[in-house]
């Protein structure tokens, strides 16, 4: 039987802080294949995430499907605005929520990892985060700063992931981002520079595919995911709508699910994925390909 087998491979998943997003479904959907899973999990939500989890609040949703409940191998303070230790300012270094955290850069968990697990410890990196300070703005009236903010975090940072873990992956290994087609249509209300930041994010892909490809082997794909309210994008503000235009513009009308996410990571970066990178794979049950939409209120659902 063709199966999903991640047994004895290791992912870093970068971009978890509760259970209700992509990257906990994917490290889900990880342990379910058989690996084990290393979080990465930004400073200011470490402290609740790690409390949360050791006071059974997530356990529910740590179920597999065997029964047993996962566990996260180490769950790392990780914050992608910062690629070296230098790189954060002192008083974000003092600060209640970093103080305590060590050297939580991208360059700083790289190396955390190699005296955990030793070298080329990994076989799997997903990115799975992205922050627009300004994103509520329209990008008429985003500023220089958020900008560039939301690409430095959401886009930069995995151009940085590759230089600093892309050694520590074995030959063949597979990095993985999440986008989201606002990055090639407009959709009004994504605003901050979020929408050039998604952009940026897939051209990136197909660049370090071939980079990293001619370099170490690995291979490089982003998902496109279609609209799930996660707690990042329920602070977008309008998640809710833009869910149930998918479900009646798709041409599958089932919300999408982080399982559905997590299966495809899984998937991609397992030995059955190794022919595919430089990749937009989307997961958005087919939402892209519509031209015109279809629901009551479009012309082509009044007269259909
Ligand atoms: P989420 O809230 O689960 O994930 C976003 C994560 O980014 C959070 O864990 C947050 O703490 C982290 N983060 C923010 N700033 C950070 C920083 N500086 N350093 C490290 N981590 C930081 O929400 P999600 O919707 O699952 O988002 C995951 C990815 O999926 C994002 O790239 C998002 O753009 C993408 N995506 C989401 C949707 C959607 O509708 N939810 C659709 C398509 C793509």
């Known amino acids: 039987m063709l199966g ?22 994917i490290a889900k959907a990880f342990v379910e294949a058989g690996a084990s899973v290393c979080v990465g999990t930004w400073p200011p939500t470490w402290f609740i995430f790690t409390t949360m989890l050791e006071r059974g609040k997530f356990d529910k949703s740590l179920v597999l499907s065997g029964g047993d409940k996962m566990t996260f191998e180490k769950i790392y303070p990780f914050d992608a605005e ?14 209640k929520r970093y103080r305590d955290r060590g050297d939580c850069s991208i360059d700083g968990i790289a190396k955390r990892v190699v005296e955990d697990f030793g070298d ?29 903010a939301a690409v430095g975090v959401s886009s930069y940072s995995f151009t940085s992931l590759l230089q600093r873990f892309g050694g520590l992956v074995k030959p063949g290994g597979a990095f993985l981002a999440l986008s989201y087609m606002a990055g090639e249509r407009v959709v009004p209300g994504y605003g901050g520079g979020m929408s050039s930041a998604k952009a940026a994010l897939e ?15 690995h291979r490089v794909n982003v998902i496109s995911a279609g609209p799930f309210a996660s707690r990042a994008a329920s602070a977008i503000g309008f998640i809710q709508d833009m869910i149930e235009y998918t479900t009646r513009n798709a041409p599958l009308t089932d919300k999408i699910t982080g399982a559905e996410v997590g299966a495809t990571a899984a ?35 009044k007269s259909s």
């Open 267 to 301: 998937f991609q970066c397992s030995p059955l994925g190794t022919g595919i990178t430089g990749t937009t794979i989307y997961v958005d049950k087919g939402y892209h390909v519509m031209g015109l939409a279809v629901d009551e209120n479009s012309p082509s659902g």
């Open 120 to 148: 080329q410890p990994l076989d799997i990196v997903v990115h799975s985060l992205a922050n627009g300070p300004e994103v509520k703005n329209p990008l008429l009236e985003t500023s220089r700063a958020g900008y560039l």
């Open 4 to 25: 999903i087998d991640l047994t004895g491979k290791r992912a870093f998943v970068a971009g978890v802080s509760d259970d209700g997003g992509f990257g906990f479904a």
């Open 82 to 95: 910062y690629d070296t230790y230098e790189d954060i300012p002192q008083e974000v270094r003092d600060s």
């Open 203 to 217: 051209a990136d892909t197909r660049v370090l595919a071939y980079e990293a490809g001619r370099k170490w082997g």
